[in-house]
């Protein structure tokens, strides 16, 4: 194996200190010298970094960075390093497989969607589409999820199509529509090379996008280093960097969030001609946050009032903020309202569309962005309102069929009710596509009793037998990155091209292939009797596409395929007017809220309730961003005598998701083989217990069995991290969500992973 | 006058409100959205009936002899079966219009009698109630469809 670096050991790898410019530095592991180089980007995080894939005799054989991409200058991390030889896995899928009296059996390609298709329109004839629900991921490509999107929204009619990034992303995409009107990050990435300042809310960045954090990492070292603010209850890579950290009780970023405002408004380190000029609802905001003196944020969050100030010194002085947010907020307690206090922050001190000051309300997967932009989460394709009958009519037009068809009269189904209809057996047909629920929903337990229930067929499309796919009807082999054409945007807005290098193995095929041969035995139609779905290349689904984004935010008009394989990535919006892309948005102080534009209504930040068309014409901030704040609401639950320990579940640098890539890798596998439970030398000391001895850790919900590994963590608190499940060791139950809790945010409707109650007991 | 008659009617209808609104909480637990956002909104309707307190004392409560109409009739148990969470909701939206209404009934009088403090608790009042409105209907609509179309 040749590679520049060890990048299980040096998982940042050498710095190139800097400010201005972030110098090139390539990063490259093969296993054989490759006979060619592919040009694609890394599907195992939202950073996105741009790679070629190294091919020899029709073998994917290592990957190297792209020196020209303006998202990694080069660089890649451990998981982009090393990811790819799941590819080469030899228990890969290869053929479809039917449940055939209790057991899973290999089935032709015809059989299979023949079954799928007869139980399709069985559940139509008795029920409508309400009988058929689709749960997506955040790891297919753009032209994937717009297929599915059509064919759900305009083919079936059904609102009952969700991704995996509820789980990861929805918070992130409900904030950015909260404040600014609709989804879209405002920021670059170049923001990091000048920025003054920087805040991570609840996100361990040096574990989630390591090359991210390298960058960082090189401004750090090099001449001006900007401030780091890290809220987090771990002492993570992240936090041990950091100029400040605060470290939080559980479930109280609200309140830390209205403390430091409170600072900075009366501190008067505010820009009142920008409060004035571009937002709506300062004077609320302000009196909201009044209530929340350093004193009080302390004794509720623990957080010590003079570090708080420090805090609040850094973020109210410096010239240029860049803040990233993820599962810390997303995942807990109030986390809309969270989020958006990060963009208020932003807002009230005028720091947004300009070079140095950028939020990144973070993505967790790869290809999530895709997922809501193309409608394949609980969204309209293009940022569309599901509220604005307009919008509903453009896509109509767009797509030659009545307006009726396209499920509008509430919004999209939310993917924890999909799972509870299943649950409740009013829908009969659920079709999982790229994601393994069966280690990644909260209360695993559930999650297995309903797979398994007999009024529920299950469709499982996947590359591997996934500890979801044990319990499928149907089973279809996936082909993944790699071995197919498509494109996907990271969280900058940028957005990648990845060609094919290689053949899948067997029968598997593209997702894409898969649903297009979906819709076309299914007979959709459009208005005219002419088949719905137009296209049969992802490039024809991407010209189509680009029609769909057309004058919306997201617009992708100024690309093509071509363009896309010229370059390294372009971001979006990408039109005549910027044909390369827009490094900015919301540089005017114009934002995408008004009436006629926006995504969304608005939301009740705490019941949820969605606002109507006329209550939201009534303030019609036209163009102004929202300044919107909420008061804390305690957890739902609360550690008590019977079970007295907070539990926090989160990632480890080496792994993705439920680990079915990352798991396949020799190198990540055996970097982080197994799950454990961290606890504080404090409790390890109260309960006896040193690092690798086994405990039993157990919730109102479940129970698992883990190593311990004690230190750097608050007392009461532990923390088990999410990746692990039952494919590779089925013997002892392990996965951090056979304890986690079925509940989640009133706007974003993301689950809380991030606390539950529980007791450990040594075994 | 008759005020203080038509303040026991509201303090009543907040009295059964937060009552219902805790029972559809236990019954439908296995909505977590139910079950946590209805509890959240009991202890509102249960401010409403402390903080009437003082205007009672000041108009001193006169019970109406009026039959218990809205709860006796719409809602004495949660009930079970498919439909159940759906017509739940419905009688919770009827009870809070009803809370509604008495706080625009009794705005009105307190401007006519210019009590600034009254006017002003039912307008903090009428504005909690509206959210809990447009909860109940946000969640009406999206039960609906399922309910009456899919469910078994
Ligand atoms: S930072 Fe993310 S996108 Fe970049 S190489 Fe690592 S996993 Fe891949």
Redesign the interface.
């Known amino acids: 194996m040749e590679q520049t670096r060890d990048s299980i050991k040096d998982i940042w790898g050498e710095r190139t200190p800097y400010e201005g410019h972030w110098p090139v530095r390539v990063d490259e592991l093969t296993e054989e010298a490759p006979d060619r180089w592919v040009q694609s980007a890394c599907v195992l995080c939202s950073n996105g970094c741009g790679m070629d894939i190294g091919v020899k005799d029709g073998r994917i054989v290592g990957v190297r960075g792209r020196a020209v991409d303006a998202v990694n200058h080069g660089r890649l991390g451990p998981k982009g390093l090393q990811g790819w030889m799941a590819n080469n896995s030899p228990d890969r899928l290869t053929r479809p497989l039917i449940r055939r009296n209790g057991k899973l059996e290999e089935a032709s390609w015809d059989e299979a969607m023949d079954l799928i298709v007869r139980r399709s329109n069985d559940i139509i004839s008795k ?2 589409s ?2 058929i629900g689709f749960y997506t991921s955040g790891q297919l490509f753009l032209e994937e999820y717009y297929t599915l999107a059509v064919l759900g929204k305009a083919g079936l009619g059904t ?1 009952h199509m969700d991704g995996n990034t509820r789980l990861c992303t929805d918070t992130a995409a409900a904030a950015l529509k909260v404040s600014f009107g609709s989804d879209g990050q405002p920021g670059s990435y170049t923001d990091l090379d000048t920025t003054e300042a920087i805040l991570h809310v609840g996100h361990n960045i040096a574990s989630q996008q390591t090359v991210l954090w390298t960058r960082i990492l090189d401004r750090l070292a090099g001449e001006n280093p900007p401030k780091l603010v890290v809220i987090d209850p771990r002492e993570t890579f992240t936090a041990m960097k950091a100029t400040v950290h605060l470290v939080p009780r559980v479930g109280t970023n609200v309140p830390i969030m209205n403390g430091l405002l409170n600072l900075i408004i009366q501190a008067g380190h505010i820009n009142p001609d920008y409060i004035d000029a571009h937002t709506v609802g300062f004077e609320e905001l302000k009196q909201l946050v009044s209530q929340w003196s350093p004193e009080r944020v302390e004794a509720i969050s623990g957080v010590p009032a003079t570090k708080l100030r420090e805090a609040a010194r850094i973020l109210g002085t410096a010239k240029t903020l860049v803040s990233t947010i993820l599962q810390g907020v997303y995942q807990s307690m109030q986390a809309t309202a969270a989020a958006v206090q990060v963009n208020n922050l932003h807002l009230i001190r005028g720091l947004i569309g300009h070079t140095g000051s950028g939020i990144y309300q973070m993505n967790g997967q790869p290809t999530a962005q895709n997922t809501r932009e193309c409608g394949a989460d609980g969204d309209l394709p293009g940022f569309r309102n599901w509220g604005n009958p307009e919008h509903i009519e453009q896509l109509a037009r767009l797509w030659n069929v009545d307006s009726n068809i396209i499920p509008h ?3 999209p ?1 939310h993917a ?2 999909i799972w ?2 299943a649950e ?4 009969n047909l659920l079709w999982i596509s790229g994601t393994n629920p069966a280690v990644s929903l909260p209360q695993l337990e559930r999650v297995r009793s309903i797979l398994q229930q007999e009024n529920l067929f299950v469709v499982v499309q996947d590359a591997f037998m996934t500890e979801t796919a044990q319990y499928a009807d149907v089973v279809l082999p996936a082909a993944i990155w790699g071995e197919k054409t498509g494109t996907f945007t990271n969280v900058d807005r940028t957005v990648h091209i990845s060609h094919k290098a290689v053949d899948p193995p067997g029968e598997a095929k593209p997702d894409f292939e898969i649903f297009l041969d979906y819709a076309r035995r299914m007979d959709f139609r459009d208005k005219d009797g002419a088949p719905l779905i137009k296209w049969k290349t992802p490039e024809e689904c991407f010209e189509a596409w680009k029609e769909c984004t057309r004058g919306r935010p997201c617009d992708y008009t100024g690309m093509s395929y071509a363009k896309l394989s010229e370059g390294s990535g372009i971001q979006w919006p990408c039109n005549e007017q910027y044909p390369d892309g827009k490094p900015h948005l919301y540089e005017d102080g114009v934002f995408n809220t008004s009436i006629d534009y926006c995504e969304t209504y608005g939301h ?1 930040l ?6 109507t068309k006329e209550e939201y014409k009534a303030k019609d901030p036209k163009g102004k961003a929202f300044l919107k704040g909420a008061d804390y ?1 305690p957890p ?1 639950e609360e550690p008590d005598e019977e079970f007295p320990l907070w539990l926090t579940t989160g990632r480890l640098v080496y792994h993705f998701h439920t680990r079915t890539k990352t798991g396949r890798s020799r190198q990540l596998n055996e970097a982080a083989p197994d799950a454990f439970v961290q606890v504080s030398d404090e409790d390890a000391a109260r309960y006896g217990l040193k690092t690798g001895d086994l405990v039993e850790v157990a919730s109102r919900r479940g129970k698992v069995v883990e190593p311990v590994l004690v230190g750097d963590i608050e007392p009461g608190l532990v923390f088990i991290p999410f990746h692990y499940g039952y494919w590779d060791d089925p013997g002892r139950k392990r996965a951090a969500n056979e304890l986690t ?4 945010d ?1 706007v974003s409707k993301q689950p809380h992973y991030k606390y539950a109650a529980v007791r450990i007991r040594k075994i | 006058m008759h005020i203080g008659n038509y303040i026991a009617l509201a303090h009543h209808s907040e009295q059964e409100l937060t009552k219902a609104f805790r029972q559809v909480a236990e019954h439908h637990k ?4 139910i079950e ?2 209805c509890q ?2 009991a202890t509102w309707s249960e401010k409403h009936v402390n903080e009437l307190k003082t205007f009672i004392e000041r108009y001193s409560e006169e019970n109406s002899n009026e039959p218990e109409r809205l709860t006796q009739s719409l809602f004495e148990e949660p009930r079970s079966g498919g439909g159940a969470l759906l017509r739940d909701l419905h009688d919770l939206w009827l009870m809070a219009n009803e809370a509604e209404l008495c706080w625009i009934v009794l705005s009105q009088a307190a401007q006519g009698l210019h009590d600034k403090k009254l006017e002003a608790a039912c307008a903090r009042f009428r504005d909690d109630t509206k ?2 409105l ?2 109940l ?2 969640r009406i ?2 039960a ?4 009456l ?4």
């Open positions: 029920k409508t309400l009988g609102p009269w509430s919004p189904t924890m009710q509870r209809y409740k057996g009013s829908i009740d705490v019941t949820g309730a969605a606002a609401e739902h809790l079925t509940e989640w009133a | 296995d909505e977590p959205d946590q956002i959240l909104l959210r809990q447009a909860f209907l946000t609509k999206v609906a469809p399922q309910t179309i899919a469910a078994d």
